[in-house]
């Protein structure tokens, strides 16, 4: 298959595209030495061709794909969008609109949770994908003919896919639901990797008040440094490292090399430096300004609720035939079993109509659940 190089061959197979009421999409990349994604191909199809274009050219310009991804005449077809459109974001500063989701499609439609391409294309396209091309380097050139022909299949197919749950949609009545997710994925906040916010993603490893405040700069320090030097927050400092600093809190160059996990020379380099700096303006914050510290979880006091809510979280999702996941996650849960004015989505548009006024009947006695022929049934 042509694989396109030039940005005037790009910007003609854009024009076709768009006289289409719905182009899929999707891409190849890498990630595993940078911090950043690597663009290394992008796929597209309307119900009438297939394009495949080298992001890698150098007489390439994206700027007509990025033209038809804010087209709102066309809608654009992903499958488990997130990164797919992170790449959109970062190297457009666009974000593809309108905007379908097949994976949350499916989910609406009863396919269970986060279900994988693989099997739409399976259940719905009747056609099977042959993965063994997935893992391959998409950066080399020239690209197997193998390599072109998995890339194709990944939005050929995705045509028959889209349009079949959009059908079910429309029949279902249920187009707000998977709206409303995708308002969500077309928000460019969902993208933005902020590094004063780093630190969330091990404050669960946190067992003291005084480790918080080193644990927020330190990461912080380490997310900028990874942006800076594109390349993984692993090969600046491990998660192992980055949480014996924080336990430890070392304020000399001595205690820092004390500490095993830390890799021999880190504490007189410059990255040391900047570790023990990012410690001593943690020492300078105000206790009284810091987030609270979530504890351990363990049994919640609310342990019972906590389970009626999950075997009714169930209940509803098999009456309704969607996933579990779509409807309400286990905090969700958790913040409703313990206080019925949490601000979670399980609580708020379409989900509070389908599951959570019947969360909070339950919880107040005015709902009960009982068994009828081996099922849990909303009595």
Same mark, same amino acid.
């Given at each position: ?24 999409? /999707? ?33 390439? =310009? ?15 077809v ?12 970062l190297?457009?500063?666009?974000l ?13 439609c ?13 259940d719905?396209?009747?056609a ?10 998409w ?9 072109l ?20 949609l =429309? ?15 077309s928000s ?8 004063? !916010? ?30 800076t ?13 980055l949480?014996?600093?924080v ?13 095993r996990?830390?890799? !021999? ?8 430096g ?31 609720v ?7 979280l169930?209940?509803?999702? /098999?009456?309704e035939?969607v ?5 309400a ?15 979670v ?18 919880? !107040?006695?005015?709902?009960a ?11």
């Amino acid at each position: 298959m042509h694989l396109i190089s030039t940005t005037a061959e790009l910007a003609a197979a854009c024009e076709r595209l768009a006289t289409h009421p719905f182009v899929t999409v /999707d891409t190849e990349f890498l990630r595993e030495t940078t911090y950043y994604p690597k663009l290394c191909l992008i796929q597209l199809a309307s119900p009438e061709e297939a394009v495949l274009v080298d992001p890698l050219a150098p007489e390439l =310009d994206l700027a007509p794909f990025f033209g038809l991804m804010v087209d709102d005449r066309v809608v654009k077809v992903f499958h488990a969008a997130r990164q797919d459109i992170e790449i959109v974001w970062l190297l457009g500063r666009v974000l593809p609109t309108p905007l379908f989701d097949t994976q949350v499609a499916a989910m609406v439609c009863g396919y269970g949770d986060s279900v994988g391409y693989e099997q739409l294309a399976n259940d719905l396209a009747k056609a099977r994908i042959d993965k063994s091309s997935r893992f391959t380097d998409w950066s080399r050139r020239p690209l197997t003919e193998a390599q072109l022909a998995y890339a194709e299949s990944d939005v050929t197919h995705l045509r028959e896919i889209y349009l079949a749950l959009k059908a079910d949609l =429309d029949a279902s009545g249920r187009e707000a639901w998977v709206a409303e997710e995708m308002a969500v994925l077309s928000s460019p906040a969902t993208y933005e990797v902020k590094p004063e !916010n780093a630190w969330q993603r091990l404050k669960g490893r946190v067992r003291k008040a005084r480790e918080l405040p080193i644990l927020m700069e330190v990461a912080a320090w380490r997310e900028r440094e990874a942006q800076t030097r594109d390349v993984p927050r692993q090969r600046v400092l491990k998660d192992d490292a980055l949480m014996d600093i924080v336990q430890r809190g070392p304020r000399s160059v001595e205690a820092l090399a004390e500490l095993r996990s830390v890799p !021999n020379g880190f504490e007189r380099s410059r990255s040391g430096g900047e570790v023990l700096a990012a410690i001593e303006r943690a020492a300078a914050i105000d206790p009284k300004t810091l987030p609270r510290l979530e504890r351990e979880r363990g049994r919640p006091t609310n342990a019972a609720v906590l389970d009626l809510l999950k075997v009714l979280l169930k209940a509803v999702a /098999d009456a309704e035939r969607v996933a579990p996941k779509i409807i309400a996650t286990g905090d969700d849960l958790e913040a409703i079993a313990s206080d019925e004015l949490s601000e979670v989505p399980a609580l708020k548009g379409w989900r509070r109509e389908v599951f959570g006024e019947k969360a909070l009947a339950l919880k !107040n006695g005015r709902l009960a659940l009982r068994i009828e022929r081996g099922r849990v049934v909303v009595a």
